[in-house]
C-alpha cells in the first residue's frame, strides 16, 4: 500500500482565518514533506520532516507553520494568508533519508479570498 | 547549480505513435533520478526510480532510462489514457530535496 491521504481536499479561506491542513501515511515512512503546486509549475518544496524534526525550511513565510505530531502525521498550519498562496498543496512521505522515491498524497486545493 | 531541464513542453501523439520524453540535469552527484505522472488537479503519481547510467526500467507501455546527462521516458504505443504531465525530478546526495522540471504534457488522441 502507497497511500497518503489528506484532507480536506478542497478549502476556501480568508485572509483573516485560521486552518489547518493534514496529512497521514501508513507506510511506516520516516519521512514527510510539504510541496506547493502552482498551476502548471511543477511542485515547489516547502518543509521536509526527518525522523519528526524538521529538517528543511525552504525560507517559507511564517503564516505557514509544519507540524508533526508523529511519524505518520503532518500538519499545516495557516494563517493571515494572501491571495497569491491559492495553491495546490501537496503532502508526500518516503522511507527516509536516501534515494528512495516520494510518494504524493492527492493534495489539497486552496483558495483564500 | 542543481537544475532539471524537460523536452518538449507538450506532446500531442496518435494513439499507438510511439514517442519519447527527454529530462537533461546537471546535479553535483545524483543519488537518483525520479519520474511521476500527474493528472489534472491531482498529486504526482511515482513511476520509476533510476541510480546509474545505464540503468532502464520498464512498466506497462512505459520504458526510462538514464545517462550520465539525459533520461528518456519512452512510450510505446500510447493510448489515450497515457495523457498526463510527466514530472522528471533529481536529488543529489546529502539533501532529501527533489529538484523538480517543468515537466511535458501529454495528449494521446484516440
Known amino acids: 500500500d502507497t497511500e497518503v491521504t489528506q484532507t480536506p481536499k478542497h478549502l476556501v479561506m480568508g485572509m483573516t482565518n485560521k486552518k489547518s491542513l493534514k496529512c497521514e501515511q501508513h507506510m511506516g515512512h520516516r519521512a514527510m514533506y510539504w510541496y506547493k503546486q502552482k498551476a502548471k509549475k511543477p511542485p515547489e518544496l516547502m518543509f521536509v520532516?526527518?525522523?519528526?524534526?524538521?529538517?528543511i525550511n525552504e525560507s517559507v513565510p511564517s503564516r505557514f507553520s509544519p507540524e508533526c505530531p508523529n511519524s505518520s502525521l503532518l500538519n499545516l498550519h495557516l494563517h493571515a494568508l494572501q491571495p497569491e498562496d491559492s495553491a495546490l498543496y501537496l503532502c508526500?512521505?518516503?522511507?527516509?533519508?536516501?534515494?528512495?522515491?516520494?510518494?504524493f498524497g492527492p493534495g489539497t486545493r486552496l483558495t483564500v479570498t | 547549480e542543481d537544475q532539471v531541464t524537460q523536452s518538449p513542453e507538450a506532446l500531442r501523439l496518435q494513439e499507438g505513435e510511439s514517442s519519447s520524453l527527454n529530462c537533461s540535469y546537471t546535479v553535483s552527484g545524483l543519488r537518483g533520478l525520479f519520474w511521476y505522472r500527474q493528472d489534472p488537479g491531482k498529486g504526482p503519481e511515482f513511476l520509476f526510480t533510476?541510480?546509474?547510467a545505464g540503468e532502464e526500467k520498464e512498466k506497462e507501455r512505459l520504458k526510462a532510462t538514464l545517462t550520465k546527462k539525459e533520461s528518456f521516458l519512452h512510450i510505446t504505443a500510447p493510448k489515450p489514457e497515457d495523457s498526463a504531465t510527466y514530472l522528471c525530478a533529481v536529488q543529489a546526495y546529502n539533501t532529501d530535496k527533489l529538484i523538480f522540471g517543468t515537466g511535458t504534457r501529454l495528449q494521446v488522441f484516440p
Open positions: 508526500a512521505s518516503s522511507q527516509g533519508q536516501g534515494a528512495v522515491e516520494q510518494y
Open positions: 520532516y526527518s525522523y519528526e524534526k524538521l529538517s
Open positions: 533510476l541510480y546509474s
